[in-house]
């Protein structure tokens, strides 16, 4: 699990809430530091995909387990 300066908890928050929450955090956020998302929607895995396709903020790890779905993402 990677070092992070910020959390945001999406757990139980449907599509399009957690993508929309994780944009939201990263536009706040300084270059360099680190927001872990946990989301439990499986929509999430692929919104995300597509935000971070969209901006130039990296996904430096991701794992699911238990229904819970974890991201890890580099502002840059």
């Known amino acids: 699990m990677p070092e992070f300066q910020k959390e945001l908890d999406a757990k139980d928050m449907s599509c399009p ?8 955090m990263l536009r ?36 699911a387990s238990n229904g819970e779905y974890h991201f890890y993402i580099k502002k840059s």
């Open 17 to 24: 809430v957690p993508v929309m929450k994780t944009k939201k």
């Open 28 to 63: 706040d956020m300084p270059i360099g530091d680190v927001l872990h998302v946990v989301a439990t929607d499986p929509a999430s895995v692929e919104d995300i995909n597509i935000l971070l396709e969209s901006v130039d903020d990296e996904l430096i790890e991701s794992s």
